[in-house]
């Protein structure tokens, strides 16, 4: 089983960059395809960004598109989500996932989840 524990998140003003890390444990890190989920308040989660197991691939929410940036070190067991240009509107519980299968540029089959890192961006 996977353990996820993600790191980075603060506080930042409008038009600044937060760097995520998620570290994984517990399962050989090239053999899962990871991904990053937001969920703002009172929102529902929401995808964010995936990289395939060999980081050869991304795909991103419109929403995030050209401002974020994921890429993994399968030699650190670590998956980044680099945030440029932050909005407050992208305020949320920022979670990284695993899952061992992708498919259209989303996680399928069963996922494991962090316990999510605070991203708050002030206006």
């Known amino acids: 089983q996977v353990q996820l524990v993600e790191s980075g998140g603060g506080l930042v003003q409008a038009g600044g960059s937060l760097r995520l890390s998620c570290v994984a444990s517990?399962?050989?890190?090239?053999?899962?395809?990871m991904a990053w989920f937001r969920q703002g308040p009172g929102k529902e989660r929401e995808f964010a960004a995936t990289?395939?197991?060999?980081?050869?691939?991304?795909y991103y929410a419109d929403s995030v598109k050209g401002r974020f940036t994921i890429s993994r070190d399968n030699a650190k067991n670590t998956v980044f989500l680099q945030m440029n240009s932050l909005k407050p509107e992208d305020t949320a519980v920022y979670y990284c996932?695993?899952?061992?299968?992708?498919?259209?540029?989303?996680?399928?089959?069963?996922?494991?989840w962090g316990q999510g890192t605070q991203v708050t961006v002030s206006s």
């Open positions: 996932a695993a899952a061992r299968y992708m498919s259209g540029g989303r996680l399928t089959g069963k996922n494991y």
């Open positions: 517990g399962g050989t890190f090239s053999n899962y395809a």
């Open positions: 990289i395939n197991r060999s980081g050869g691939s991304t």
